[in-house]
């Protein structure tokens, strides 16, 4: 996982050659998942987790990033009901449905570099520079691989199937329709063993796979394509899959359509940075809060993924959540609130962000007023750009004002807001980036 704006891009490279070998391993898998329709976003696994509402009852559930500093499954019991990385291997834990982490497109530390160069040196991806190693985030720890190589999917489907200890979820971190890694090619026939004077093309001929920019057609569909046979894959094998597509990039060069399309090739999936960011402050951000068009664009691909399992991050700006603030509280939850389409299936977590912040590790003390009594549903979603956002609840109601410049008046009912305050029926002004929960009898 890694939050980080990105900046402009070039222009994209068309061309579809690559595309060939990766359809002919889809194809191969199509059976899987049609014996799989069973284990996808209405598992039987995954409903265990929730609970219906019936009558005032909190409708949020929380979700567990890493459970690395958690004493025990017995902790997450009745306190979470999805993690997204079990480190700890704690199995079948009663009531919590655990995903085994994997990066979406690089190999794990165990498998360095230097093994790709003595073993595989034509998996390993290039900037177009032709000589740079497209590590992400600079992680030089964790190699890129060629997800367009039939037998990249493959190698990677054996090394995460070797690392499960129970978890009924495989969770792809970093799949995005973007290419944020700046992928641009490899080099075809390179020999292995590979040394150091031969590296980086180890005998190979360059191969230019993508331009290393956005909406390149041919990675999006790569992309696509890769996700679709990790799915196929896993569900055939009794598991369901997960990607993390952060859903916090400039919609100049990330299409809601793509990202969709993307989480719809996989069982459900996670937006690391929804709905709120730490300290962002650029591309449509204020304070780590998606303004305007930002917004509506993340709220486009939140109410199209809910329906299957979705995992909604949110990191506080430096601080951790024992200190939240209560603006931070009635945003992260009426944002969250509004967009829901499936109580059993969503996930929320408020985490901390910052130098030494482990919050994501640990058992978070999340406050009952981050959960207040609204639900069941009884309305679906608002549309989006209807700002103000206004949804009701068979108790009570969430409103979000994203703009960045302008008030809303909107019309509320007499009640709480999730804090316990009295408030009147009538008319009441949202400020700009501002949300509103109140809870009815």
């Not at 993690?83 to 979406?104: E, R």
């Not at 498998?111 to 985030?137: C, G, Q």
């Not at 299409?255 to 709120?276: H, K, T, W, Y």
Request: proline share 7%; charged share 15%.
């Amino acid at each position: 996982m890694h939050r980080e704006k990105n900046a402009a891009r070039q222009p994209s490279w068309t061309g579809v050659k690559r595309l060939g070998a990766i359809a002919l391993l889809i194809a191969s898998l199509t059976a899987g998942v049609a014996v799989c329709a069973q284990r996808n976003a209405t598992s039987p696994t995954v409903e265990t987790s929730r609970t219906s509402g019936v009558g005032a009852t909190p409708l949020i559930v929380f979700g567990q990033v890493f459970d690395s500093l958690v004493t025990s499954a017995a902790d997450l019991t009745g306190h979470v009901g999805f993690v997204w990385g079990d480190n700890k291997n704690f199995g079948t834990a009663v009531g919590v449905v655990l995903g085994q982490y994997s990066a979406g497109y690089r190999a794990t530390p165990l498998h360095t570099t230097k093994w790709f160069y003595n073993h595989h040196p034509d998996w390993i991806v290039y900037l177009n520079d032709r000589h740079t190693v497209a590590y992400e985030f600079g992680n030089t720890q964790a190699t890129p691989l060629d997800i367009s190589n039939p037998a990249v999917a493959a190698w990677k489907q054996t090394d995460i199937t070797a690392g499960f200890h129970g978890q009924a979820w495989v969770d792809l971190d970093n799949i995005d329709s973007e290419n944020g890694a700046k992928f641009a090619g490899h080099y075809v026939g390179a020999k292995a063993p590979c040394a150091a004077s031969a590296q980086p093309s180890c005998g190979g001929v360059w191969h230019q796979d993508y331009t290393g920019g956005p909406l390149d057609p041919v990675w999006i569909g790569v992309d696509l394509a890769y996700v679709t046979a990790m799915r196929a894959y896993f569900n055939a094998h009794g598991r369901s899959v997960m990607i993390n597509n952060s859903e916090n990039s400039n919609p100049a060069y990330l299409r809601p359509i793509d990202q969709i399309a993307l989480a719809r090739a996989a069982n459900g999936s996670l937006s690391e940075g929804f709905p709120m960011d730490a300290c962002a402050t650029s591309h449509g951000w204020i304070n780590g809060r998606p303004t305007d068009t930002q917004f509506d664009a993340e709220y486009q691909e939140y109410i199209a993924e809910s329906v299957s399992p979705f995992f909604a991050i949110g990191y506080l700006c430096n601080h951790s959540l024992s200190h939240v603030t209560p603006d931070e509280e009635a945003w992260a939850t009426a944002a969250f609130l509004i967009g829901m389409q499936n109580p059993k299936l969503n996930y929320l977590a408020v985490v901390g962000s910052g130098k030494g912040l482990t919050d994501y590790e640990t058992i978070e003390p999340y406050p009952a007023s981050i959960n207040p009594p609204v639900g069941p549903i009884s309305e679906p979603p608002p549309s989006v750009g209807s700002r103000p956002y206004v949804r009701n609840f068979s108790h009570g109601m969430a409103a979000l004002n994203p703009s960045s410049t302008a008030t809303a008046t909107i019309t509320v009912p007499a009640g709480k807001d999730q804090f316990g305050t009295p408030v009147p029926a009538g008319s009441r002004v949202l400020q700009p980036m501002t949300g509103l929960v109140i809870v009815t009898p």
